[in-house]
């Protein structure tokens, strides 16, 4: 897995094929456990605030991760990293952030303000 072109598009190679995905700006990405898929950060100008995707080794779409905290004002996902073995998405929120725990299928398992 590299990213290529400022970030704006991410290439791999699964069972001897290349494949890529390509973005108008720079995303964030992050490799599951299982190494089988991908949590992408989207641009946040078409699905946000919901703009998360679980994309398998051939690039394609597995699920949209919906934002959990849409209710509360959510703009949208700005970030996807590993902290502790876990998967985390940040939730952009008018007054402050949430770090959003999920799994490798994009499923949200716990949520916490960020300070």
């Known amino acids: 897995m590299r990213a290529e072109e400022g970030g704006k598009k991410l290439v791999w190679e699964s069972n001897g094929n290349?494949?890529?995905?390509?973005?108008?700006?720079p995303i964030f990405h992050v490799?599951?456990?299982e190494k089988d898929r991908l949590i992408v950060v989207e641009p946040d100008n078409e699905h946000s605030p919901s703009n998360a995707v679980v994309v398998d080794e051939l690039g394609n779409e597995l699920a949209r991760i919906n934002n959990p905290l849409a209710s509360k004002g959510a703009i949208c996902f700005g970030d996807v990293f590993y902290s502790k073995n876990r998967i985390n998405l940040i939730s952009v929120c008018p007054r402050t952030n949430y770090r959003c725990v999920v799994d490798g299928n994009g499923n949200i398992l716990e949520?916490?303000?960020?300070?």
């Open 18 to 25: 290349c494949y890529h995905l390509t973005y108008p700006y």
């Open 31 to 33: 490799v599951t456990p």
């Open 111 to 115: 949520t916490h303000e960020t300070r």
